[in-house]
């Protein structure tokens, strides 16, 4: 069964930092992509970043770039969201998901996903 679980969420005051973590069962990272997505209620589920689990290339979405940074342990099979600088606009439910390799634009994009976490909730206050 593939899966993937999440740890790592809380609450965090503003300008703090925060890592989220997320487990992989089932399958390796190669040859997927693999990403992290966030979502407020009664918006759209946004992808914030997403990582080539072959090349090891990267993308992020502009509204965290620079303070947030993908990384992944394959001999650990987990995937990492390392946020720094939070603010109270980075309150979300996060999730981490893998899916196809796809490529846009020359990056690795999130957008045919098989498997998908349970989620985390950050909340950040100011």
């Known amino acids: 069964e593939l899966q993937l679980v999440e740890s790592g969420g809380g609450l965090v005051q503003a300008g703090g930092s925060l890592r989220l973590s997320c487990a992989a069962s089932?399958?390796?990272?190669?040859?997927?992509?693999i990403g992290w997505f966030r979502q407020v209620p009664g918006k759209e589920r946004e992808e914030i970043s997403c990582?080539?689990?072959?090349?090891?290339?990267?993308y992020y979405a502009d509204s965290v770039k620079g303070r947030f940074t993908i990384s992944t342990d394959n001999a650990k099979n987990t995937l990492y969201l390392q946020m720094n600088s939070l603010n109270v606009e980075d309150t979300a439910n996060y999730y981490c998901?893998?899916?196809?390799?796809?490529?846009?634009?020359?990056?690795?994009?999130?957008?045919?996903?098989?498997?998908w976490g349970q989620g985390a909730l950050v909340t950040v206050s100011s």
């Open positions: 998901a893998a899916g196809l390799a796809t490529i846009i634009g020359g990056v690795p994009r999130c957008k045919y996903l098989e498997v």
């Open positions: 990582v080539s689990g072959s090349y090891g290339s990267t």
């Open positions: 089932g399958f390796t990272f190669d040859p997927y992509n």
